[in-house]
C-alpha cells in the first residue's frame, strides 16, 4: 500500500478531489515518454479496433485557423457551429489542457461488409454512421487518457468533439494526407477512418515526417460530387454538401432535393469513388458488428413516434436533437424513390395537412414529384 498519494492533475486542476487522487507514491518520478511508452500506449487502444496512431505537437494549429477563417469569409459554413463557433479554442489544444506537450491521435476503421437493400422504400444512410463507431474510439482514447493521468500527467481525450480539428492534428501526427475530397486518407488503408485524440502534458516523440500527397492528378471526387460541393481541393461548400444539408435544421433548399437522391443521413459519394480507398479500404474493416443499420424503412420513419426517433437515433447529430428533420430527409427520399402503393399515399396525405409547416412543405414537394414522375415528366414547365 502506497504512503504517499499525489493529486493527478486534470484539466480543472482541483486543489482536492477524491477522483483525481491517483496511487502513485509521490517521490516515483514520472516514466520517460520515450518510443516504447508510447507502444504501450497505442497497444492500450488495439482492442478497441483503433488501427494508426500517432503524435503531433501540442501547438497552435495556424493552418487550421486559417482555413477556418478563410470558410467563414466566403460564407461556406452554413451557420454550421462544430469547430467554426470558436476557432481560437478548436485551433489551439492548449486551451484544452494548459501547457499540453503533445496530441496523441488514432484512427478506427468504419467500413463494413456492404449490406443488401431490402424490399420497399428504403432510405440509405452514410457508412459512418451504420453503428456508433465512435463510441469505441472514444473508449480507447480514455483509456489511454487514463493511463496518462496514472502516469502523473494531464491528458483529456477529444473524440469528434467541438475543442479541436480532427483531421488537422491526424495530418500533423502523420496518419495521412489531406485528399481533394477533404478527407483525410491513411496510406495503404484509405479514408473510411473515424479520428480522435489525447492532448496531454507528457512530451511523446513527435512524428516528424509528413505523409506525401497521394492524389496526384486525380480529381475523381470533384467530377463525382453529385452537389458540386467540392469547390476546389480540399475545399467543401457546406451549402450544397449533402452531409450538411440533411443535418442542418430548416428547409432543404428545393434545388438539391432530388440530389439528395435516397440518402437520409450522411453522403459517401466522394469516397466511394476514390481510387485508394476503393483499393485498400476492404483490407482495412471495422470489427464486424451486429446489425449494422445500412437502410431504414422510409414509411417507418414517418409513421414511429418522436421517442422511438429519438432513441434510435440518438448517436446521430440532429440540430436540436430534432426529430422532425429525419422526418423532412423521409419526405424527400419518399418523394425521390416513393412508389404509387396505398401506403405511400396515406402517409403523404398525413404530412399533407401535418401541423408543422417545414413538414408540410416537404410532403407537398413529395407528392408533386411523384405525381410528375408517374406522368413522365421531369421538371415543372416554367
Ligand atoms: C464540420 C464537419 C463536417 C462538415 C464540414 C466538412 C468540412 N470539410 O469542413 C460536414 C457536415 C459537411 C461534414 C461532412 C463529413 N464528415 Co465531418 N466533420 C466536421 C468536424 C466536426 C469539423 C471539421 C472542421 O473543422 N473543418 C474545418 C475545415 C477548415 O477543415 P477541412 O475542410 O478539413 O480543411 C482542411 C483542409 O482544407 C486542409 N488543407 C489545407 N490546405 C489544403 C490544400 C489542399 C490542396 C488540400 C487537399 C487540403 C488542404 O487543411 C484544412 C484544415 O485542417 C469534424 C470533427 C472535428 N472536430 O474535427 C468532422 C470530420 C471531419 N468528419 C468526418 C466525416 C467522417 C465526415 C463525412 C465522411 C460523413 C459522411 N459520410 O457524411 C463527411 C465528409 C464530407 C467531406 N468531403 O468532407 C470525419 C473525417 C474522417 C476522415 N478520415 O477525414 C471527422 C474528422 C470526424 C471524426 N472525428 O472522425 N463534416
Ligand atoms: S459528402 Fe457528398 S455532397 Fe459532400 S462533398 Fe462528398 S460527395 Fe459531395
Ligand atoms: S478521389 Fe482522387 S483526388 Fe479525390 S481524394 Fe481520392 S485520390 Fe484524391
Known sequence: MPTNFVRSSCSLRPDWCLRCVIVRPADSPPPAT???????????????????TGVAPAEVLSRARTAIDDRLRRGL?????????????????????????????AARPYLLDDAPRPKG???????????????PLRAALRAVARRLRADGFRAVAFVDDNSIVDREVAQLAGIGWFGKNANLLLPGAGSWFVLGCVVTTAALPIHQQPV????????????????????????????????????????????LRELVGDRIYGCDDCQEVCPPTIRFGPSNRAPAQDAPKAWLSVLELLTCSDAELVAQW??????????????????????????????????????LVHDDPILREHAEWAAQRLCMQRLGVDEVPA
Not at 78 to 100: E, I, L
Not at 214 to 222: E, S, W
Not at 224 to 239: N, Y
Request: charged share 25%; proline share 7%.
Open 121 to 135: 422504400v428504403q432510405a440509405r444512410v452514410a457508412r459512418y454512421a451504420w453503428v456508433d463507431h465512435y463510441a
Open 77 to 105: 459554413t452554413d451557420g454550421m457551429q462544430f469547430t467554426f463557433r470558436n476557432p481560437s479554442r478548436s485551433t489551439n489544444p492548449r486551451r484544452a489542457v494548459p501547457d499540453a506537450q503533445s496530441v496523441f491521435v
Open 34 to 52: 520515450d518510443a516504447a511508452y508510447l507502444a504501450r500506449l497505442a497497444q492500450i487502444t488495439e482492442p478497441f479496433g483503433v488501427t494508426h
Open 314 to 351: 440518438s448517436p446521430w447529430y440532429l440540430a436540436d436533437r430534432d426529430p422532425r428533420w429525419i422526418r423532412r430527409n423521409a419526405l424527400v427520399v419518399l418523394g425521390n424513390i416513393g412508389d404509387s402503393s396505398g401506403e405511400v399515399q396515406d402517409v403523404l396525405r398525413e404530412y
Open 212 to 255: 506525401e500527397d497521394g492524389c496526384g492528378a486525380c480529381r475523381r471526387c470533384l467530377d463525382v460530387c453529385p452537389t458540386r460541393a467540392i469547390i476546389e481541393p480540399g475545399v467543401i461548400d457546406a451549402t450544397r454538401c449533402l452531409a450538411w444539408v440533411l443535418q442542418k435544421p430548416g428547409t432543404i433548399p428545393v434545388a
